[in-house]
T-cell receptor
Framework: AQKITQTQPGMFVQEKEAVTLDCTYDTSDQSYGLFWYKQPSSGEMIFLIYQGSYDEQNATEGRYSLNFQKARKSANLVISASQLGDSAMYFCAMREGGGNQFYFGTGTSLTVIP | GAVVSQHPSWVICKSGTSVKIECRSLDFQATTMFWYRQFPKQSLMLMATSNEGSKATYEQGVEKDKFLINHASLTLSTLTVTSAHPEDSSFYIC???????????FGPGTRLLVL
């Protein structure tokens, strides 16, 4: 089974609108971490936001927030007030337990329309 | 912040040559470094995990003799693509992590084109 599932290959959003990128995960560990990365066309992977499995509050970082629903095993990324520079690939990732290995989803390509 | 550099950013080489890619953590000591390969419009594929001073752990299907990884210090790991062929052309990304519940910090990647 896939550890991380991103079901939206491509998304479009109007500039200044909010957009939600979906991510579901699969693990039997009680302790895990969830991450979102942005990859623009330049190729670099930019860390956006982190949510720990024991964190009770949803993580927020500026215009990024993570909608963490533990029972549903989902960790959706919400980008508010989209900007043209947000156009990129977005990857959801998980690290289980005390391990170092990351499991990445297949990514969602976001296009912000002016 | 935690900065990871990767060099070179671009390399074009002839088939049969070997190519070395360096990954450095600039402002922290990386307990573990990771090497990924990414094909166009696809996700990152983990190739190997390396810890300083020990042999790298390769993922299934990755040829150890083809992709040599050396983790010489807590700030430097190298990936050598030996006897490169056109099918090795890809985007290679390294990342580094510190101890604890932290993210991986990625380098800017290296685009390899083998002619």
């Amino acid at each position: 089974a896939q550890k991380i599932t991103q079901t939206q290959p491509g998304m479009f959003v109007q500039e200044k609108e909010a957009v939600t990128l979906d991510c579901t995960y699969d693990t039997s560990d009680q302790s895990y971490g969830l991450f979102w990365y942005k990859q623009p066309s330049s190729g670099e992977m930019i860390f956006l936001i982190y949510q720990g499995s024991y964190d009770e509050q949803n993580a927020t970082e500026g215009r990024y927030s993570l909608n963490f629903q533990k029972a549903r095993k989902s960790a959706n990324l919400v980008i508010s007030a989209s900007q043209l520079g947000d156009s990129a690939m977005y990857f959801c990732a998980m690290r289980e337990g005390g391990g170092n290995q990351f499991y990445f989803g297949t990514g969602t390509s976001l296009t912000v329309i002016p | 912040g935690a900065v990871v550099s990767q060099h070179p950013s671009w390399v074009i080489c002839k088939s049969g040559t070997s190519v070395k890619i360096e990954c450095r953590s600039l402002d922290f000591q990386a307990t573990t470094m990771f090497w990924y390969r990414q094909f166009p419009k696809q996700s990152l594929m983990l190739m190997a995990t390396s810890n300083e001073g020990s042999k790298a752990t390769y993922e299934q299907g990755v040829e150890k003799d083809k992709f040599l990884i050396n983790h010489a210090s807590l700030t430097l790991s190298t990936l050598t693509v030996t006897s490169a062929h056109p099918e090795d052309s890809s985007f290679y990304i390294c990342s580094a992590s510190r101890q604890g519940p932290e993210t991986q910090y990625f380098g800017p990647g290296t685009r390899l084109l083998v002619l």
